[in-house]
């Protein structure tokens, strides 16, 4: 369940910047299968799953959920829940079509690299905590993330060296690919 739930917040967050395609199909029910148990409320997240939800990417979630941007006045709000796919995959967590969502984790949302980056600093977060608007009301979901970040996301990596010169060398031999086409203004993708 809870595996379920990481992958459901995290869409939420990966989805700002698309619709995704169409919503995979759930498996029939037969006839005789009784109705599902009214689902949990979710009240923490494992620290694994949500390392793994955020490593296994951006792409993999926009297909749970549609949002639109919200502009009061020409000013973004944030952006509101159009549609949860399939609604059973959000069971137990309290997150409805019609909530703008305004923040996660304290950080705007509003372009896509401060999606990307509330996304990825999730590994490291105490919580996942998602300020939204409901019927006009402010309202904030917080969820505890149990467990000791990986020691991967919290050491930084080291800085590269830097390339040695010699008196009548270049001072690019040795610079890495990425970081000559940056000079040549290519950009690179986020990591």
Known sequence: MRARVVLCLSALLASLYG????APASPPRAASQPAPATPRAVTELARAEVVAAVDAGLGRFLQHVELEPVLVGGKFEGFRVVTLRPPEFW???DVRPGD?????????IERE???YDAFQALKTARALEVSLTRDGKPRTLVLPIVGAPPAS?????PPPAPAKSEPGSSALVGAS???LAAGNGARSLPR
């Not at 703008?100 to 984790?105: A, E, F, G, I």
Request: overall charge negative; aromatic content about 0%; hydrophobic content about 40%.
């Open 153 to 157: 996301a919290t050491a930084p990596a």
């Open 177 to 179: 690919p990425l970081l």
């Open 91 to 93: 069971d137990g967590v």
């Open 113 to 115: 690299t401060q999606a």
């Open 19 to 22: 619709c995704g395609g169409a």
């Open 100 to 108: 703008v969502v305004t923040q996660v984790n304290g950080q705007p």
